[in-house]
């Protein structure tokens, strides 16, 4: 039996106690004078831990019901509402993401953590994870929350969702994608250059 007298704890407990306190104030006190300068500094390049520790954990930040929304334009696509997406994708988001989801803009590759690929994060995320993330933002990042009618978000989803179509356009005039010809692309991108080329380069967005 413990001679330690009741309700008192045993000079284990207070040993161990005492041990993790010195542990946390060694710790806090290395953190501060090695870790805390320069931890604001948005040039550096995030970790790799960094990065799948903030993945995992905004992946898991959804909500499952919103998670599991389709956009209900899906049911009856209407190349109008692809294009309308288009209109608030370029005024709002291109940029940090560039007209192509590149993310190589001067201000996609300035803020902290990076603009991401766009297109190439797109087939992981529900058509409910991205309406989640546009309207709520992204805490502790360049995301803001956008205050768009449910109808607007969803034609930016299904803008957004084309956009490797949109690189493809915008990667090379000689290549022929999804069966457009050179001079039809070149038509496109004229075009499209001449409608969205000064808002485009207004918000200093470089397509690359």
Sequence with gaps: MSDAPKGRPSNGWRTLVIFVLIALVVLGAGFYFFELPGFSVARQEPSQAEISIA???LRHSVPAADKARVNPLNARPDPANIKAGES???AKCASCHAHDGSGHTDLGKAVFPR?????????SLSDGEVFYHIRNGIRNTAMPAWNFPDAQVWQLVSYIRNLPTVAAR???LGAEPLGMGAAELAATIHEESARWGPVIRAAGVTAE
Excluded at 115 to 123: C, F, G, M, Y
């Design 55 to 57: 993945t995992w954990m």
């Design 88 to 90: 608030v994708y370029v």
């Design 115 to 123: 603009a991401p690929v766009l297109r190439e994060l797109l087939p």
């Design 170 to 172: 915008l990667s090379g």
